[in-house]
């Protein structure tokens, strides 16, 4: 019996140990939930917006062309004898570029020579003829009208002379044209005539073309209700023409506003610019289409937000993330203006000096103030959490 009630006991002890140790487990368990269930404040990124002074710029597309393009054509005929440049290369003004076969127009220029020789002989006689003439009209021994006919034979003698020595001029003008020459600094395109082509003047293919690339035009079409602004803003000097291209990694061009077109396409309504830019290592080339941003205006106290700063609303409004000085961050409504680069304006709805958050404001929900952890993108979070 004794034994019997040991066992009971100890049976009972057992029960009343484990039910025990499950009540306490059961509280750690639900006092690390409820610790759990407290969530860490929201972090943002954020940045101070202050105000700044800001070039307005507009997109454009256009097309390159050389500053000038000149075509080598012949002004004699003949054969191809030599070829002093290859396609691609750089000439400078005054180097050799072909030789035409000089032998027809040499043998040309000996026939004037002769013929002007002949002339030179005929002014000497017609010269004496007059003297005899005027010795004799003295003494009477020669009429007037004899007289006057040698001193016309002269003048026609002379006549002769100038019209000789001109085609001797012309003639040598001629072999000389049988070298043609680059009549500027410039690189050398495609097409290049061959040697033992036989060339005429006037033909439909010119031997060369040269194009002076150290400089190029870009010729762009805008809307001719912006050419004003865009003009006014050359004018002040707001800032020069960014050029931009789609090779990668290619650094934005600079250049200037040269002119613009004075008549507006009835159809389109666009009037054509022109801009001028420099163009070292030859980054633009005749044909490309390239983008150009032109200046069109200023903002001299403006306050820009990065782009993905810009929550959107269902209606189609824009709203931002402010945080006060407190820490606390809510949803604003704001008005933007134009984009600048990969920001845009705020142009109402925002103060210089304000907090706004640029990542991580979508966690914020609209219509409530809420507290969060907010620090600049360049300074690492601490860690909240024990």
Not at 24 to 38: D, G, K, M, P, Q
Not at 366 to 377: S, W
Request: hydrophobic content about 45%; aromatic content about 2%.
């Amino acid at each position: 019996m004794t034994r019997h009630k040991i066992l009971i006991l100890s049976c009972i002890g057992l029960i009343a140990g484990a039910l025990a140790v499950f009540q306490l487990e059961n509280r750690l368990y639900v006092a690390s939930a409820e610790e759990h269930a407290v969530e860490p404040a929201i972090r943002l990124t954020v940045e101070t917006v202050e105000a700044e002074r800001v070039v307005l710029e507009s997109e454009y597309a256009g097309r390159v062309s050389a500053r000038r393009r000149v075509e080598i054509r012949p002004q004699v005929g003949g054969l191809i004898l030599e070829r002093h440049v290859e396609e691609g290369a750089r000439v400078s003004a005054g180097d050799v570029l072909f030789r035409i076969d000089p032998a027809p127009l040499q043998a040309d220029l000996d026939v004037a020579e002769a013929a002007l020789a002949r002339a030179e002989t005929a002014v000497a006689n017609a010269r004496s003829a007059v003297e005899r003439s005027d010795s004799l009209l003295t003494r009477n021994a020669v009429s007037q009208q004899s007289n006057d006919t040698a001193h016309n034979d002269l003048q026609m003698a002379k006549a002769g002379v100038a019209e000789a020595r001109a085609a001797v001029e012309r003639k040598r003008l001629d072999l000389d044209f049988a070298t043609l020459r680059a009549p500027i600094d410039g690189y050398v395109a495609a097409g290049l005539a061959e040697i033992g082509g036989l060339v005429t003047v006037g033909g439909d293919k010119p031997l060369a073309v040269l194009h002076d690339l150290e400089t190029v035009n870009i010729d762009l079409r805008l809307p001719a209700d912006e050419l004003d602004a865009v003009m006014m803003a050359a004018e002040e000097g707001l800032g020069p023409v960014r050029v931009l291209t789609d090779r990668d990694r290619a650094a934005p061009l600079t250049g200037t506003l040269k002119s613009s077109d004075v008549i507006v396409d009835q159809g389109t309504g666009y009037v054509g610019v022109r801009i001028e830019a420099v163009n070292p290592n030859l980054a633009l080339l005749p044909g490309m289409f390239v983008r150009a941003r032109l200046p069109h205006g200023v903002v001299a106290n403006a306050l820009l937000v990065p782009e993905d700063a810009v929550l959107r609303t269902s209606d189609g409004g824009a709203q931002l993330v402010v945080v006060s000085p407190e820490g606390e961050a809510a949803r604003r409504d704001v008005l933007l203006g134009e984009r600048v680069g990969n920001r845009v304006i705020v142009a109402s709805g925002l103060k210089p000096g304000e907090i706004v958050a640029v990542r991580g404001q979508n966690r914020v929900p609209e219509g409530v103030t809420m507290p969060v952890d907010a620090g600049p993108a360049d300074t690492p979070q601490s860690d909240t959490q024990s």
